[in-house]
């Protein structure tokens, strides 16, 4: 026994090995249209550990043994391919560069939370993108730079899940219940079972009790109440035997979501950035102003893909002016983030169905005006 008060859990004891590294194969091939070039395909291989998910510490295992949760999760292994080019074009005045990659997941990693912890779940999946970026100086005062990017990501066939948000997925058989107050996740019943005990003739009060204890894995009041008879077979009262460990898909919890094709979360199809920026040269003194315009498309939250986890793609724009004397090493520097003072909502995760699935969302930084004085020695 812990200070705290826990009782000590068995050891989990795991172990991960993987051959890893990474070859890169590069070629500067002489252009008649370019300055420099540089050609690169990189092969590397790659993984990050498993872990074990964190304990449901002092809950009664009658009550929450209708939720069977994966004690530990798998390690995640990549294999990515990558091919690309660098170039300087116009006497310097233009870079381009351009990226094409391919990363093969299996056992890709991703969490959300189920009956109050942080659940770590494993799923192969794939993604594929371009990247592309410029920089062009036309004079020594004046630059563009841009960034785009594409992202193609999908869950493997036959990869599935339970959605808190769905559990019955559409199946008008089963039905969501929410049992006794101390459990942090509801269950699923047949609706059959269900209507049977709230048209039966034993009231209300009773029929409440019952409908909730379709949730566990016991069959006796006893394991719920001891003020009541260990003794008493539950389901006497209505002529079934129930076990949804056995007889309810996943132990209760619901039915797998098909995740198949599949977007994974935060991952937009597409990113844009654009910048310019224009500097006087005053002397010992650099004035120069500057913005960034960045956009990118709707993503998901959640790799469920539904409605609900839908983000809306945003936008973004801030401004600067900066002020430098580089022999003295002094920087005045003033700036605007967030110009339009939009909240757009830029991630969120869903809480354990104790909360009410309540959602937690994180919005984009309001506008902020700032200034900054550096000195440098």
């Known amino acids: 026994m812990s200070v705290a008060g826990y009782y000590a859990l068995p050891d989990i004891k795991q172990k991960w090995e993987a051959v890893t590294g990474r070859l890169v194969l590069d070629w500067t091939p002489d252009l008649s249209f370019t300055d420099d070039t540089l050609i690169y395909a990189s092969l590397s291989r790659g993984y990050k550990g498993g872990g074990t998910n964190p304990p449901r ?25 990558e091919i690309g080019t660098k170039n300087t074009l116009l006497d310097g005045k233009l870079r381009l560069n351009g990226t094409a990659f391919y990363y093969d997941y299996k056992d890709y990693q991703v969490s959300q939370i189920v009956d109050r912890i942080s659940l770590n779940e494993n ?29 193609k990501t999908r869950v493997a066939d036959g990869e599935g899940s339970i959605d808190v948000m769905n559990r019955t997925q559409g199946n008008e058989d089963w039905i969501t219940l929410r049992p006794w107050i101390q459990v942090p996740s509801n269950c699923i019943a047949p609706k059959n079972l269900a209507e049977q005990i709230l048209n039966s003739p034993f009231g209300p009060d009773l029929a409440v009790f019952s409908l909730s204890a379709l949730c566990a894995g016991s069959s006796r009041f006893g394991t719920f109440n001891p003020a009541l008879s260990s003794s008493l077979p539950f389901w006497q009262f209505y002529g079934f035997t129930y076990d949804p460990l056995t007889q309810a898909p996943n132990g209760g919890r619901g039915f797998d979501a098909d995740l198949s094709g599949n977007e994974l979360p935060n991952s937009p199809n597409w990113t844009a950035n654009i910048g310019a920026q224009y500097t006087w040269f005053l002397g010992d003194w650099d004035l120069t102003v500057r913005g960034d315009y960045y956009r990118q498309a709707e993503s998901y939250f959640r790799v469920y893909n539904t409605e609900y986890d839908r983000l809306r793609g945003w936008d973004n724009l801030n401004l600067s002016v900066k002020l430098e004397d580089t022999r003295r090493g002094l920087t005045v520097q003033a700036y605007v983030k967030n110009v339009f003072d939009d909240a757009p909502i830029v991630d969120a995760f869903t809480n354990s169905d104790d909360t009410g699935l309540t959602t937690n969302v994180f919005t984009l930084d309001p506008r902020l005006f700032a200034v900054r004085l550096t000195k440098s020695f």
């Open 57 to 81: 510490l002092d809950l009664n295992p009658a009550v929450v043994q209708y939720q069977p949760l994966a004690s530990t999760f798998e390690p995640e292994y990549v294999n990515a391919f």
């Open 123 to 151: 799923f192969d999946a794939r993604i594929w993108g371009l990247e592309f970026e410029t920089i062009y100086k036309p004079t020594p005062n004046f630059q563009i730079d841009a960034n785009f990017g594409y992202l």
